[in-house]
């Protein structure tokens, strides 16, 4: 017998449907060996409240927190020539 203990939902957002899917002790350490060697982390920080508005427009716009900063950060970086 084996038990899980974590599940991890991907979302695709094509179709916006969300598959679950059973993560071994393994893939989680696979997982989190690749997020470190492709990822590297920034520390933002808003005026409270700030916050919020801002997740509120990422909403709006159909994308992650994450996925509506870069997003943002790439057409900026794009328009100034720096990409």
Do not use: C, F, H, P
């Amino acid at each position: 017998m084996y038990i899980v203990t974590s599940v991890l939902i991907r979302v695709q957002y094509q179709t916006k449907e969300a598959i679950q899917m059973a993560l071994t002790e393994a893939q989680k350490r696979a997982n989190a060996k690749y997020v470190k060697k492709a990822y590297e982390d920034i520390r933002l920080r808003v005026k409270t409240g700030e916050k919020a508005k801002i997740e509120a427009r990422a909403k709006e716009t159909g994308q992650s927190l994450n996925g509506y900063i870069n997003g943002l950060i790439k057409k900026d970086m794009a328009g100034s020539g720096g990409e």
